[in-house]
């Protein structure tokens, strides 16, 4: 083998996650060593400036747009490799969790699933990317109950059903095509937070994704979603408070958000609004623990909004069970001076993060 032959191989072991956010664009590259996955480089650009609107504002831009900006991305992060995963954001996608007729013939299964689909997507199945999970069960014998008649009893499963508009694909793979990545998998960016973030097995987990337009919560049980829940209050809705209680500007409040967060002047107008975000998430929780008669063991803060200063320490003195602010680079190996940073930034780059973990795991 030639040098470089060797060069142009060491060079393949790098891979690369693709976060299309709202309100910005992120990359992860890692590569495996050792069976570990070393952090490489990183990177973000928000999305506000392509469309004509502030930093930290959701956007709604085309394709050619924010291909525009992950390739100005790509260049300023210093990406070397093109292979890559990409998100979908969840906004973009349907899940929903449904009880369905147990049967012990897979092909069987997937005929049930795939039919009473039909029932839960607002659009014929036909124009959607359709996949599904059965959901574990701590009893394998669930059963329902019988109907009047006495007939007996049938076994039931609980599935998750995951749903993607093909408009959505075809606009994802357009823009990496466009940018020059090759994408081998496009994952809703739910399943990428999970992989980073949460390290809990078996017992159930909340999860509060605070994005820019939206906060999603999610509650996982077994490593899968059993729950999940959207609220209209997102990190950009924090931004425009400390913005006109300030009498600042939406920059220079985006940057306050981060830098003083719930520790200083801004208290008042970021409280107010994560009170709203974290009342619906203990409500939702609740839901969860009354339906299902097990307890959540422990939140985990992501999303943009979770770089907000404070913010864990507040969670704290709302929830009554162990919160921590999620630290996805954890997962990575990286020179210890840059850790300070990594674990700061961490919570915005959590699907980043997941995506270059499951491709890595392709390598």
Not at 56 to 65: D, F, I
Not at 260 to 276: H, I, K, N, P, Q
Request: hydrophobic letters at 45%; glycine letters at 8%.
């Amino acid at each position: 083998m030639s040098f470089l032959d060797s060069f142009f191989t060491k060079k393949e072991k790098s891979v690369l996650g693709v976060d299309i956010g709202s309100s910005s664009l992120k990359v992860v590259q890692l590569r495996k060593e050792h069976g570990q996955a070393v952090l490489e480089t990183y990177g973000e650009l928000a999305l506000g400036p392509y469309g004509g609107s502030e930093v930290g504002q959701a956007t709604n831009l085309s394709a050619e747009q924010i291909t525009e900006t992950l390739k100005d991305l790509l260049r300023e992060a210093k990406v070397t490799t093109t292979n890559c995963g990409v998100s979908i954001p969840f906004a973009r996608s349907l899940l929903t969790l449904v009880n369905l007729p147990y049967r012990k013939d897979p092909a069987e299964q997937k005929t049930v699933i795939e039919l009473e689909a039909r029932k839960y997507i607002p659009v014929p199945v036909s124009e959607v990317q359709l996949d599904w999970f059965i959901v574990p069960k701590g009893d394998p014998a669930q059963f329902a109950e019988g109907d009047a008649t006495g007939a007996a009893a049938e076994r039931m499963v609980e599935v998750l059903l995951v749903a993607v508009h093909n408009d959505e694909l075809s606009l994802l793979q357009r823009v990496a095509k466009d940018a020059g990545i090759i994408a081998s998998f496009y994952e809703i960016e739910i399943f990428s937070t999970i992989r980073a973030v949460v390290d809990e097995p078996i017992k159930p987990v909340m999860v509060i994704d605070v994005g820019a337009a939206s906060t999603k919560t999610y509650v996982i049980e077994h490593g899968v979603v059993a729950l999940s829940h959207a609220i209209s209050t997102g990190s950009q809705d924090i931004t425009r408070a400390i913005s006109v209680s300030g009498n600042l500007s939406i920059a220079r409040a985006e940057a306050l958000k981060k830098q003083e967060g719930l520790s200083a002047d801004t208290v008042g107008s970021s409280e107010l609004v994560f009170s709203r975000i974290f009342s619906e998430a203990r409500r939702v929780l609740m839901q969860y623990e009354t339906m299902h008669k097990k307890s959540v063991t422990a939140i985990v803060l992501t999303g943009g909004g979770g770089v907000t200063k404070e913010l864990g320490t507040y969670a704290k003195s709302i929830f009554s069970i162990d919160v921590r602010v999620a630290n996805p680079f954890m997962k990575t190996e990286a020179p210890a001076f840059m850790r300070p940073i990594l674990e700061e930034i961490g919570p915005e780059f959590a699907v980043a993060v997941g995506l270059a973990l499951r491709k890595l795991g392709e390598t």
